[in-house]
């Protein structure tokens, strides 16, 4: 297998944006990722989105994009996953360079999500439950976590301010970050007493809807050396990917993440790598109990434990091991298709030592987590400055 | 692409109208629905069994924004329930002040009105869980 | 032969609408109501709650107080003046939830108020004829009134069903009557959301005429008298026109009272005198005589003499008692979410 690095990065604009298309955002992302790059050919293209249909009436992205950018004749594909689109669109352009099928890849993320009306946006993002046994009966994705939430206070203790504290630490995270959706600082006293979602989570645990794109370019470090333009090399270490059962009542557990578990396990090994070895960590909060669940799987802190981590400053910048120094999904915004790439593109940026005021001093091995639906599919990259 | 599309409704009316699940022959787990392969042993030959309509809470939420749905339901109950012989069911919990219920609280199933398709499509009926 | 009920159930809603709580509304005196129609409350069914619904509901608990094989269903029956579809029988869904298989005659009843009983009327002269074992008659609404109308304090929400058998009988019957004419006394034209009524000719020409002509034709056909029946049920559009029809048919208000449930449950329609029967079977002994009379707008009733047997006291735990559903476990509703739950609210598109 040959050694993958992410020689560019970029983002389209992130938020509600009124005047552009998901082609529009899309190719902002890749624009910029090739300019990242200095690049003006690829051999390949991965999209990741998650329902473009539901969104905006449009499948079949990978030729309509290869072609916005000028590259109809290129191979490009489009990876779903739910949520984790992005991150399982990454794993698919690694697998490509690894194996020798193409030197340079265009990774790409993107959903369009603001074209539909509030109770459509619900119902497309509730097509990553089980239709027949959740969605049906009338379940939301806050309702689905917020009974993991339920289970979790149930057995060890955690509390709602400590739900809370997640969202407050994400939001002062991406108050440092120009590209974040929501950049202004939240007061537990704010999450708690905002608008009620899904008992116990509120507006400000769930993460917003997003317009928005993320793209990374991947080269073979061969390759990759020969176009560092002197900055530090960002090697793709591990790679792991699992499954879940899709409902939530299928599971034996619903205080755990298995497949985070099971992701990470697999990346860890890949890599060589401990949690120990993590300086950082970009970690898919689409819901404050999100994080805490993801903190225990991924081996951050032990199972209960989940709760006192933002609260205690652990996972905040300066902290042992921040988590979301971006501000998550839940600052920086959440276009559900490109979140895994815009993951990679945080981590990138951190490694190469330049992400301002939010930068984590010294990183040099970063992790990304990215999963669909209740977890049910999660995908773990682990990112490391190449010697 | 409707949820309502009268085929689509109708195929699960043995699970939602009579609780039908498949017991495995190989090492007894009961999938609801049935399936064609045993997630606990990938087993492939079943019996036809019935659910216990009673049951536990072992989770829930109270949803206060619903899917268009369910949006002229808000607030209400949605829980995983535990049925007696262990097959855990999502549903929502009716008849109660969402405020009263909580992880433990014993219920029972009835027979409900789900959703429909507006007030000219069909109408589609399963089970919500009732205080026991 | 003897062919009876094996097996009975009722299903009443939770929710509840106090009297006072719709004539505030309106503008009207509650008293006037409470005194003069003897009516306190009503039932009120959920958004999610149907006729089909409450149908199988009451159908279960009968099947488990029959505790028979659903297969040997071989017909049924559901009355009603508000199946949720015009063109489709809520009797498939009520079958299919029951299990009975496929070998089923399957006919929704309408006859306004009395739809329910010809079911039973039905029911028990096709297992009488022994072309099926069983059969399940039952009698459910979700009645409406127009807002502001006189129906509206009474129009109530709830079900009875009943498996007729020949063998393990929990009640004989002795003797059924139907006795009807053409009345045009409440009807409801095809499309129209709300039913419409003649005041006061639904009084003595239709309501009594009837009841009192099929009571009259059961004590010939049968040559009892009122004081050989422990109870006595009619139906109950309202608290008062029973207990008059009772008295004027020669029975005392304590063979009346049992089956009595309008004041506190309103008018369940093609529910109301077989909801009653339950009620009084949850109370009934060995040997006990029942007279049973119905009646549906336009009009007829139907009736029946039923003679509990002894296997009664075996089956009445095995599902909730009407009288339990009737006064407890009460969940009380505005005029506000009642206007929502029952659709009288305009929506956006």
Redesign the interface.
Known sequence: MRDVAIVGIGLSRWGEVWDASLRTLWTEAALAALDDAGLDRVDSITVGSMTPGLFVGQEHLGPLLADELGMAGVPATRVESACASGGVALKTGFAEVAAGLADIVLVTGVEKMTDVSG??C??AL?AAAD??????????F??LY???A??HM?RWGTTREQLAMVAVKNHRHGALNPHAQYRQEITVKDVIES???????TILDCSPITDGAAAVVLAELGVARTIAKGRPIVRIAGVGQATD?I????RAD?TTLPATTLAAQRAFKMAGKTPNDIHLAEVHDCFTIAEILVVEALGFCKPGQGGCQASSGRTALGGEIPVNPSGGLKSKGHPVGATGVAQAVEITTQLRGVAGKRQVAGARVGLTQNMGGTGASTVVHILEVAS | MSPLNPARVAREFPTRYRLEAARCDGCGAVSFPPRVVCPACRGRKFATVSLEPEGKVLTWTVIHVGPSSHKHEVPYALAVVELAGGVRITCQIADVDPARVEAGMPVRLEFRRIQEDGEAGVIAYGHKAVPA | MSVGIVGYGAYIPRRRIRLGEIAAVWGADAATYERGLELHEKSVPAADEDTITMSVTASRRALARARIDPSSIGAVYVGSESHPYAVKPSGTVVAEALGTGPAVHCADLEFACKAGSEGMFLAAALVKSGEVQHALAVGADTSQGAPGDALEYSAAAGAAAFIFGSTNLVATMEAQVSYMTDTPDFWRREYMRYPRHAGRFTGEPAYFKHTLGATRMLLEKTGLQPKDFAFAVFHQPNGKFPMRAGKLAGFRREQLEAGWLSPWLGNTYSGASPIGLTAILDQARAGDRILMVSYGSGAGSDGFVWAVTDRIDEVRAAAPATRDQLDNGKLYVSYGTYAKMRGKIRMGE
């Open positions: 109770d459509e619900t119902a509730a239709a027949e046994l959740e969605v049906f009966y009338g379940a939301t806050p309702g917020a009974m993991m339920r289970a149930a608008a009620m979602v899904a008992e116990p989570l059962r409902a939530l009542q299928s619903l």
